[in-house]
């Protein structure tokens, strides 16, 4: 496989970096045409067109949109028909993300100044949420663990789920993770359609304040539409892994690590760093011997011949500057004083520390969430959480007192950027019952 060879010390080295790591949405002007169209018809026409995208894309036939409803008893049962070693993994997987994200919670707070202000912050969670899961052929039941959950923990009072169900086919893990994580209403129906009834609501489906969750082009394509009218969590790019090495671990462990992003789709990205360049080799040759024996063979190769780099660094400081130049969504540091380099990362979705830490590990069973800032977004993102399902109100309340010795200087700013009103506003509390 020709996979890329990069050196720190070549010239030109960061301009050959951003050349791999640009990545362009294949959304373009007929996707956005499609779906700028199903999500003005279904907000004229609510459940009417709904089911008739429902019909079209996922070929179910619904006489009403209360019949594309899974109900909450049809959770239950999905939940305990599972094998019980199945169930097991579920609930404790629910179960440590869960407590992690207990820690996340933050509470309203004020203080008072000495002259009897009073400021603060009082934290709400959102009313209600939207949850978009994909459907078909796979089943992800982390995909609902990692976003109901953080929901219902900041407190949302309502969390409604959305999941096409192409052909009628229905995955069990998938609701059994719904019942475990706590949604509330769940419906099948899914793309751009769907989006659209969670953005500004249909006679059946109710209008949510955010959705969450990833799903293909359309959908994502369609998050980015409604963004405004509702919040979104973010619009991803392919997954990403970049792996820090100093040389030491076990190369197919490494090579493993790489695939393991690969094999999510031809566009996904892997990249090594180290400064051993016999490692590197060693690492090829893993890859090389490792492939054949995947069950997602071709994907991965292609993802790693078009997005895939080995590259030689100077030292491990090199190799942190780098990672921050990339920002990944996952970054393995597979070193010997793992907390040490990890000190000196600013950019990165998540960090697993140490040869035995596995990427793997946080997409199902840590805790911390796996839904992470793609495409260089870490610069300026962070990993979902509960704070993205609470809201910040400004406390502020004045004492009389108060009142008169900020109010002249409100007033006088707000004189000398023209706001009348906003002067006298502030006056008439200095003055009293004089600005009457």
């Known amino acids: 496989m ?42 004229r026409r609510g459940d009417a067109a709904l089911l008739e995208y429902t019909r079209r894309f996922d070929r179910v036939e619904a006489a009403t949109a209360r019949d594309l409803e899974i109900p909450a008893a049809r959770l239950r049962r999905a939940l305990d028909g599972l094998a019980a070693d199945q169930r097991a993994d579920l609930e404790l997987a629910a179960a440590r993300v869960r407590a992690y994200h207990e820690h996340q919670k933050a509470d309203s707070w004020t203080y008072t100044e000495a002259d009897g ?20 052929k796979a089943a992800y039941p982390s995909t609902v663990i990692m976003n109901a959950i953080p929901a219902k923990v900041a407190g949302v009072s309502e969390l409604i789920m959305v999941v096409p169900t192409p052909d009628g086919a229905v995955k069990d893990l998938v609701l059994a993770a719904a019942c475990i994580s706590g949604v509330d209403r769940v419906f099948a129906c899914g793309g751009a359609q769907a989006v659209a009834a969670l953005a500004y609501g249909t006679e059946t489906i109710p209008r949510v304040d955010k959705i969450v969750g990833p799903g293909n082009i359309y959908v994502a394509t369609a998050k980015g539409m409604v963004y405004g009218t509702v919040g979104i969590d973010m619009i991803a790019g392919p997954s990403e892994i970049l792996v820090i090495c100093d040389g030491a671990t076990n190369p197919d462990w490494i090579a493993m690590d790489l695939f393991s992003q690969a094999e999510h789709d031809e566009d996904a990205q892997s990249i090594l760093l180290c400064p051993e360049p016999a490692y590197l080799d060693r690492v090829a040759q893993s890859i090389e011997r490792l492939l054949p024996r995947m069950e997602r063979a071709d994907i991965i190769r292609t993802s790693m011949s078009k997005r895939a780099a080995l590259i030689r660094v100077r030292d491990l400081d090199e190799a942190a500057a780098v990672a921050n130049h990339i920002a990944p969504e996952h970054l393995e540091l597979s070193v010997a004083d793992p907390l040490a380099l990890a000190g000196k990362i600013r950019h990165a979705g998540a960090i697993f520390l140490g040869r035995h830490t596995a990427e793997a590990i946080g997409d199902y069973i840590a805790g911390p969430n796996h839904v992470l800032p793609t495409s260089r977004t870490a610069r300026f993102s962070s990993p979902l959480g509960v704070y993205d399902f609470q809201k910040r109100s400004s406390l502020i309340q004045c004492t009389p007192e108060s009142a008169a010795a900020l109010g002249r200087t409100a007033a006088a700013l707000a004189r000398s950027e023209g706001l009348t009103a906003h002067a006298r506003s502030a006056q008439y509390r200095v003055d009293g019952d004089a600005g009457k």
Not at 27 to 37: C, I, L, Q
């Open 2 to 43: 020709d996979i890329k060879r990069l050196d720190t010390a070549d010239p030109g080295f960061y301009s050959r970096l951003d050349e791999l790591l640009a990545w362009e949405s294949v959304s373009d002007a007929g996707v956005n045409d499609t779906v700028r169209a199903i999500l003005a018809d279904v907000r």
């Open 117 to 136: 202000t009073l400021l603060g912050q009082q934290v709400t969670p959102l009313d209600r949420v939207g949850l978009y899961v994909p459907g078909g």
